[in-house]
């Protein structure tokens, strides 16, 4: 059998790829274990200890159970994806935003220096929304990613909402060259457009991030969830017998899966498996923000991957580190 680069064969590929890389599958092994250990002790006590709990099981409890379950889990699952969908697109809006931003920077301002301090500022815009996101220190990230100087990180960190601070300098600086006359009303008025979507879009996921799912819900599917699944089995251990067990572990996967898929993707802007991509959406941005105003980018990124958990690792990584304490 042929091996692969990493020394496996194919069949050991398929199963570390496809099975026990699987990420539902480290969530959720050790309910499953409980499960099956459950199920197992009931199949035991019924086939050697001849224990009837349920001498007449009746297959419409638990049909009549199954659909209410399925309902729950339908609007659950449904309700997190549209909050997650909501939030790609308003990362989509930024992605489109940006590089109109930037397309026009490059056509209204006419000095070197003006372009590239537009375009510092609205790759730092991006970055620094995924780190507000995230709840974590945008000055610094935009700093140790060469978008800001040392002025402006001393300035920038005064500030609780970074994001907007940014969109204000460059407010200022498009205000001030058109009160110069060196841009046009129209101008001004086109180029502005784009910087207030970029509030907008900001607005929309905050919206998102400090609106969660109310916790009683979530509450009330895990246990109509436990009620079903611990019941189950003493309506079939007396006719599959041992094949309860895996028919048990399978259900509880699919079941327990989909509530955790749902309450992972509710909050589409962290760093869980399933969420957003932000960090390669950032760093998209940041490439074409610069190839279309055609200055230098001062930092490169050969390869960039949404490495979620060891993302901050990642970028640390590839970027220099700047010394903050004598900032």
Sequence with gaps: ??????????????????????????????????????????????????????????SMVHSILGLALGLL??????????????????????????????IKVKTYFTSEEDQKFMARMTAAYCFALKSHLRDRDAAKRTFELQLITEEEYNHLKNFQHKPNEIARMMYELANQRYEEGKMKEMQFLSFEKHLAALTDIIGGCERIKKT???????????????????????????????????????TFYALAGLKEIGEEI????????NDLPVNQIAHTIYNNVYEMVGIPQPRVFAKVTETHEVESAHDEALVPQRDLEKV
């Design 1 to 58: 059998m042929s091996e692969d680069k990493k020394g496996m064969s194919r069949l050991e590929w398929y199963f570390n790829k496809l099975i026990w890389n699987t990420h539902m599958l480290h969530e959720l092994w050790l309910g499953l274990l409980v499960v099956i250990i459950y199920t197992l002790a009931l199949v035991l006590a019924q086939n050697y200890l001849k224990l009837d709990i349920w001498p007449k099981p009746s």
């Design 73 to 102: 889990l339908v609007f659950r699952t449904n309700t997190a994806y549209d909050r997650w969908w909501e939030g790609r697109k308003l990362l989509g809006a930024l992605v489109n935003n940006a590089r109109n931003l930037a």
């Design 212 to 250: 969660p799912m109310p916790k009683a819900y979530g509450i009330h599917l895990r246990q109509f969830l436990n009620l079903y699944i611990f019941t189950l089995p003493f309506n079939l251990v007396h006719d599959l017998k041992y094949w309860t067990v895996p028919l048990l572990a399978v």
């Design 266 to 273: 509710e909050e589409p802007f962290g760093t869980d498996n």
